[in-house]
């Protein structure tokens, strides 16, 4: 596997490749995805999974908080 660094947007859930990138991509390839995010974007994250997460949390799952 190769790895290849970039700095990038992600906007509206998509993760631009820079144009100098494209040209290696000449069909469609898999590829393994890590994203490191910025400290002051990653309490925004938590945020978000910790919401997402007690959605889906029922009093029935009380029994497992002791």
């Not at 596997?1 to 898999?30: D, G, V, Y």
């Not at 890590?34 to 990653?42: R, Y």
Request: charge should be negative.
């Amino acid at each position: 596997m190769q790895a290849i660094e970039f700095n990038t947007l992600i906007e509206n859930n998509t993760i631009k490749i820079p144009e100098n990138l494209n040209l290696k991509f000449h069909k469609s390839i898999e590829v393994k995805v890590i994203l490191l995010i910025k400290e002051n974007e990653e309490k925004d994250y938590n945020e978000f999974v910790k919401e997402e997460f007690f959605k889906g949390y029922s009093e029935i799952d009380s029994i497992y908080d002791e």
